[in-house]
């Protein structure tokens, strides 16, 4: 089945100490998204890329970063990790920015210590 | 600016009782994109529908249907008949595409709770 894939699902790492969190997909959209959830708050948009474009949230820290080396997949870098950014993190994709359904992944827990 | 609204933060009912989520939005744009998505224990978030403004068909998908009302801005997402597996945390989303923007605006969610 086409599916967003992400790994892990779940990581540990220590303060401070960078960390890559990654995301795959079978569905060859052309766009992918990286969402923050903490606990028990809505989803909020990281950044996102149309292809190759790099797309960042006016609001997004400079402590995370994405890379996006081909369609199917996009990492998110986390350079410092502070205990704030303890979350799930979601990686989502569409098929264009015409197209607005965005079908997520099962998400990475990410804990900080 | 946009900002969707679903008051109830955690709804109970007991099984195969009916339960509606309500969901009000904010938007100065003509044309937006509203949505629905179920985030199970799990933690997926999964994609259930999407509404354009242009669009004010209510619609029905064996036991969802939803009802979208451009007049009060709300688009209500009812279960019949709820069972223990609809128990998730729904999230009611939004997006205005007018301005460039291509972020799904989230309300808060509303936790369900169906109780067998």
Same mark, same amino acid.
């Given at each position: 089945?086409?599916?967003?894939?992400? *790994? $892990?699902?779940?990581?540990?790492? #220590?303060?401070? !100490? $960078?960390?890559?969190?990654?995301?795959? #997909?079978?569905? *060859?959209?052309?766009?992918?998204?990286?969402?923050? #959830? !903490?606990?028990?708050?809505?989803?909020?948009?990281?950044?996102?890329?149309?292809?190759?474009?790099?797309? *960042?949230?006016?609001?997004? $820290?400079?402590n995370f970063q994405s890379r996006r080396p081909n369609t199917s997949f996009c990492f998110l870098d986390i350079r410092? $990790?502070?205990?704030?950014?303890?979350?799930?993190?979601?990686?989502?994709?569409?098929?264009s920015q015409s197209s607005y359904e965005q079908y997520f992944g099962p998400g990475t827990r990410l804990t900080v210590? | 600016?946009?900002?969707?609204?679903?008051?109830?933060?955690?709804?109970?009912?007991?099984?195969?009782?009916?339960?509606?989520?309500?969901?009000?939005?904010?938007?100065?744009?003509?044309?937006?994109? /509203?949505?629905?998505?179920?985030?199970?224990?799990?933690?997926?978030?999964?994609? /259930?529908?999407?509404?354009?403004?242009?669009?004010?068909?209510?619609?029905?998908?064996?036991?969802?249907?939803?009802?979208?009302?451009?007049?009060?801005?709300?688009?209500?997402?009812?279960?019949?008949?709820?069972?223990?597996?609809?128990?998730?945390?729904?999230?009611?989303? /939004?997006?205005?595409?007018?301005?460039?923007?291509?972020?799904?605006?989230?309300?808060?969610?509303?936790?369900?709770?169906?109780?067998?």
């Amino acid at each position: 089945d086409a599916m967003v894939i992400q *790994n $892990p699902r779940y990581q540990v790492t #220590q303060f401070g !100490k $960078p960390v890559t969190l990654s995301c795959s #997909q079978t569905l *060859n959209h052309n766009v992918m998204y990286w969402y923050q #959830q !903490k606990s028990s708050q809505a989803p909020k948009l990281l950044f996102h890329y149309y292809d190759k474009d790099f797309n *960042n949230e006016a609001d997004t $820290p400079d402590n995370f970063q994405s890379r996006r080396p081909n369609t199917s997949f996009c990492f998110l870098d986390i350079r410092s $990790p502070g205990l704030g950014d303890a979350a799930m993190y979601l990686c989502a994709t569409s098929r264009s920015q015409s197209s607005y359904e965005q079908y997520f992944g099962p998400g990475t827990r990410l804990t900080v210590t | 600016a946009q900002k969707v609204t679903q008051a109830q933060t955690e709804i109970s009912v007991v099984e195969k009782e009916d339960v509606t989520l309500d969901c009000v939005y904010e938007t100065r744009d003509t044309t937006y994109y /509203l949505f629905w998505y179920k985030q199970p224990p799990s933690g997926e978030l999964v994609f /259930l529908i999407r509404r354009n403004s242009f669009d004010e068909q209510n619609e029905i998908s064996g036991r969802y249907s939803w009802n979208f009302q451009k007049s009060t801005s709300s688009f209500n997402f009812t279960i019949t008949a709820s069972q223990v597996v609809d128990s998730a945390v729904y999230f009611c989303a /939004l997006l205005s595409p007018g301005a460039g923007s291509y972020q799904l605006t989230f309300g808060k969610g509303t936790k369900l709770s169906v109780i067998p």
